[in-house]
């Protein structure tokens, strides 16, 4: 069907996607499927000796995994193109059929989120010789090491140009901290959260003096979970994978965090609960979190969620009387 619709609009691509949605054990299947279309139906489509549409440059990136929650995905353009390298595509929040097609021809794909779309990353490696490097702006201590990391595939001008964006934001970084760090100082977070999130946002949390004391993925792979458990948190910290409703309230009742970051679903319950929520999937229609003006974003909502007075007016279940009851009613 594809190919004859293909036909009929005079070669113009059209792209067969068999799937459900959340598909699969993890519930990630369906990423894998996604992936697997565009290398057959786009990239595989673009003829070999084809004219490039464009005059390529030693510093085209493409930002791959990245869904522009919030405009995201323009905070991370902005810092990339301020250290000297220039993004021919996004991938696909704010991407194009255009950039799909263009992105063979970058010199490096900078991977957000992992789990969604590592597949197409490495088989771009594979076939085209592109490398890629998975990068993290969530917070000032991760945007510095990330933008070395990018950095290190290129030549000194874009090292030179990574260090001058870290020197030029520092200043703010510094307000940012100074006016909320004293605010958050020693709050603790509970997340539970798709894709990478339970595990990039640790580091934002700690440059505000929080501490992630639980963490979890909706549809994480074995090596989600040993990455987390070995670079982002500390021992004694609680992971936990696709729990249910009922086991989320149980272990944010036993653990009692002072904030809980998580989606939807979760939300409402939690704030009936007496708990400071904040949406980790659209960030509560706010953003952007990613790169240095968006932690200044991150920093006043943590605030405003946690320091709102509303929190005067109720209690969580392990701040009442009402909670032996409880447990002597299950």
């Known amino acids: ?75 991370s353009r902005i810092l990339l193109e301020e250290m000297g390298l220039r993004v021919i595509a996004q991938w ?83 307000a940012v901290i100074a006016k909320y760090r004293p605010r958050l100082e020693g709050k603790t977070v509970m997340l539970f959260v798709g894709g990478l999130r339970p595990r990039h946002v640790i580091g934002a949390y700690e440059d505000l003096g929080m501490e992630v004391v639980g963490t979890g993925y909706e549809f994480g792979h074995n090596d989600d979970y040993q990455r987390t458990a070995q670079h982002y948190v500390k021992d004694g910290t609680l992971i936990y994978d696709d729990v249910t409703g009922y086991e989320f309230e149980k272990f944010v009742e036993k653990i009692q965090p002072d904030l809980v970051g998580s989606g939807i679903k979760e939300k409402y319950v939690f704030q009936k609960m007496g708990v400071p929520f904040r949406q980790m999937h659209s960030w509560d229609y706010s953003g952007p979190y990613h790169g240095y003006d968006g932690f200044a974003i991150f920093a006043r909502d943590m605030d405003m969620a946690i320091n709102s007075p509303v929190w005067k007016m109720t209690k969580a279940p392990w701040k009442t009387e009402e909670l032996p009851l409880l447990q002597a009613a299950e």
């Open 92 to 174: 696909s929040g704010d991407g194009s059929l255009a950039e799909l097609e263009a992105t063979p021809k970058a010199k490096l794909n900078v991977l957000h989120c992992y789990r969604s779309m590592n597949y197409i990353s490495r088989h771009m490696e594979e076939k085209y010789g592109i490398p890629w490097c998975e990068y993290n702006f969530f917070g000032p201590s991760k945007i510095a090491e990330s933008l070395r990391k990018i950095a290190s595939y290129f030549d000194g001008k874009i090292k030179e140009g990574a260090e001058q964006v870290i020197a030029k934001y520092q200043p703010l970084m510094d």
């Open 1 to 75: 069907m594809s190919k004859a619709k293909s036909k009929e609009y005079d070669g113009k691509t059209i792209v067969p996607v068999r799937c459900e949605g959340f598909r699969g054990v993890s519930q990630s299947l369906g990423h894998h499927i996604a992936n697997d279309a565009i290398r057959d139906w786009v990239f595989d489509k673009i003829a070999p000796d084809a004219a490039p549409r464009f005059e390529p440059t030693p510093y085209d990136v493409a930002i791959i995994g990245d869904y522009n929650i919030g405009g995201d995905a323009w905070s």
